[in-house]
């Protein structure tokens, strides 16, 4: 079984610029989070999808981030414009059943972005 | 809430033990465990529902004590490979997503 994967896996862009990351979360689970790792510190959670439907994007830091999930399949996250405290690493999850309580998280490798 | 993580980074050599935190000064919902390697995707490891509840599986163990205010997580034996960032997250209630503590680091030496 495929895990999760996240494209790019680095990104580097200038500030001001637009970036979009992509996730494709394990086939048949329905949730997908998003979270973000600021260097040396923790991960943080952004925005849960239960199929194509946002259920939680509490901690979505701002307009400037957008994130998509059509058909209830990949998920793309997009920064625009980016600043430099975006820059991180972008963490996907996926799990099966409804409920961060009990049902186990998957994390993609995560996709580095660097902004100038 | 976030959990507390202690400590914040240990040195061990091969063959030692060590035991990670993980509190709240509130009931957890439930703890879970992740290990990440640099540039790696976080593992899970192990998810904690009930206090009192031990779980384990080679030589990486956790606890989740009865007030479910803390849970510990063991390595014994260690080896090169566990070196890692290691995560606690936690939800704040059932159905909410998990909210992590600041890691762990695990370095361990020839």
């Known amino acids: 079984e495929a895990g999760v994967t996240q494209f790019p896996s680095h990104s580097v862009i200038e500030k001001g610029q637009t970036v979009t990351l992509r996730c494709d979360p394990i086939?048949?689970?329905?949730?997908l989070y998003w979270y973000r790792r600021v260097m040396g510190k923790e991960i943080k959670f952004l925005l849960h999808?239960?199929?194509?439907?946002?259920?939680?994007e509490s901690g979505m830091p701002n307009n400037r981030f957008l994130a998509e999930r059509t058909g209830g399949t990949y998920s793309t996250l997009k920064v625009q414009p980016a600043e430099l405290e975006d820059s991180g690493v972008y963490f996907c999850?996926?799990?099966?059943?409804?409920?961060?309580?009990?049902?186990?998280?998957?994390f993609g490798p995560g996709t580095r972005l660097t902004v100038l | 809430q976030q959990p507390v993580q202690s400590p914040q980074a240990v040195i061990l050599r091969e063959g030692e033990d060590a035991v990670i935190n993980c509190s709240s000064s509130?009931?957890?919902?439930?703890v879970h465990w992740y290990r990440q390697k640099h540039g790696e995707a976080p593992v899970f490891l192990m998810i904690?529902?009930?206090?009192?509840e031990q779980k384990g599986h080679d030589k990486i163990s956790a606890s989740f004590n009865e007030k479910k205010q803390q849970s510990s997580l063991y390595l014994t034996a260690s080896q090169l490979s566990y070196s890692g960032t290691y995560f606690c997250?936690?939800?704040?209630?059932?159905?909410?997503?998990?909210?992590f503590g600041k890691g762990t680091r695990l370095s361990v030496i020839a």
């Open positions: 509130k009931a957890l919902y439930s």
């Open positions: 997250g936690t939800p704040n209630s059932g159905n909410t997503p998990l909210v």
């Open positions: 904690l529902l009930k206090g009192g």
């Open positions: 086939s048949g689970h329905d949730n």
């Open positions: 999850a996926s799990s099966q059943e409804y409920g961060g309580g009990t049902d186990t998280q998957y």
């Open positions: 999808f239960v199929k194509e439907s946002k259920q939680d």
